[in-house]
C-alpha cells in the first residue's frame, strides 16, 4: 500500500519559469493538502481539495499559485512566475473522511524548490 | 480559530535523559491534537495522536503525550533519549468536522548529546 508520492523531490528553476508539483494521495483517499515549508518555520497550511473541488483555499497566495485535483490523476500545485522567496519545500498530504476518520494526514517527502 | 505554540525552537538533551516537548493550543471546540516527528530532508511522520477518550497517549519510539484540558496543553516526552530521536518535532491541532486542516506549530528542533 503505497503512502503518498510526490514528485520531483527537487525542482530547480530560474526566476519568471514556471513549476509544477505533483502529488498521488494514499490509495482510496480523497483528500488532498499543500502545505509549504520556510526555512526555520513551521508548516503552512495553503490548499485543500477533493476530487475535481477546491474546498479551502485561504492559505494560498492570491497571485500566481493554483492548485488541482482532477478526477483523474495526481493533484498539482502550479506556481508560475517564480521569485526567490518561493524557494521551499512543499508537502501534499491526503486523508480519508468517514466514520472511522480521526482527522489524520499522511504526508509526503517533499518537493522542494529552489528559485535562482 | 484553531492556533498551537510550541515553547522553545531548539531544545538539548543529553542521551538518556527525560524528552520535553511542549505545546499548547487554542481551540474554540474540543480539538483533535497530534504530534509529529520530521527526520532531515524527509516528510512527517506520525508520532501520536489524541481524538477522544483516554488523555494519555502512547505513541512510536517511546513517547506520550498527555492532553490536558486544564491547562490547554499537550505536551510530548520520552523517559530516556536516544540519539536517533533527533529531529524536529511539531504539534498540531485540528477540528475534525471542518475541513480536517491541520494547524501545525512552528516546531522544535531537538538535538541528542552523546
Known amino acids: 500500500n503505497a503512502g503518498v508520492m510526490q514528485n520531483p523531490r527537487h525542482l530547480v528553476r530560474r526566476r519568471g519559469q514556471e513549476a509544477r508539483l505533483r502529488c498521488s494521495p494514499m490509495?482510496?483517499?480523497?483528500?488532498v493538502y499543500w502545505y509549504r515549508q520556510l526555512p526555520e518555520e513551521g508548516l503552512k497550511f495553503m490548499v485543500y481539495l477533493q476530487k475535481e473541488n477546491i474546498i479551502d483555499e485561504s492559505g494560498m497566495p492570491k497571485e500566481r499559485f493554483s492548485a488541482e485535483f482532477p478526477k483523474e490523476g495526481p493533484s498539482i500545485l502550479r506556481i508560475q512566475q517564480v521569485v526567490r522567496g518561493d524557494s521551499a519545500a512543499y508537502f501534499c498530504?491526503?486523508?480519508?473522511?468517514?466514520?472511522?476518520?480521526?482527522?489524520?494526514?499522511?504526508f509526503g517527502e517533499g518537493s522542494r524548490l529552489t528559485v535562482l | 480559530a484553531q492556533s498551537v505554540t510550541q515553547l522553545g525552537s531548539h531544545v538539548s538533551v543529553s542521551e538518556g535523559a527525560l524528552v520535553l516537548l511542549r505545546c499548547n493550543y487554542s481551540s474554540s471546540v474540543p480539538p483533535y491534537l497530534f504530534w509529529y516527528v520530521q527526520y532531515p530532508n524527509q516528510g512527517l511522520q506520525l508520532l501520536l495522536k489524541y481524538t477522544t477518550g483516554a488523555t494519555l497517549v502512547k505513541g512510536i519510539n517511546g513517547f506520550e503525550a498527555e492532553f490536558k484540558k486544564s491547562e490547554t496543553s499537550f505536551h510530548l516526552t520520552k523517559p530516556s533519549a536516544h540519539m536517533s530521536d533527533a529531529a524536529e518535532y511539531f504539534c498540531?491541532?485540528?477540528?475534525?468536522?471542518?475541513?480536517?486542516?491541520?494547524?501545525f506549530g512552528t516546531g522544535t528542533l531537538l538535538a541528542v548529546q552523546p
Open positions: 490509495k482510496g483517499h480523497s483528500h
Open positions: 498540531a491541532v485540528s477540528v475534525l468536522g471542518a475541513t480536517n486542516k491541520l494547524i
Open positions: 498530504a491526503s486523508s480519508q473522511t468517514d466514520r472511522g476518520a480521526t482527522g489524520e494526514l499522511f
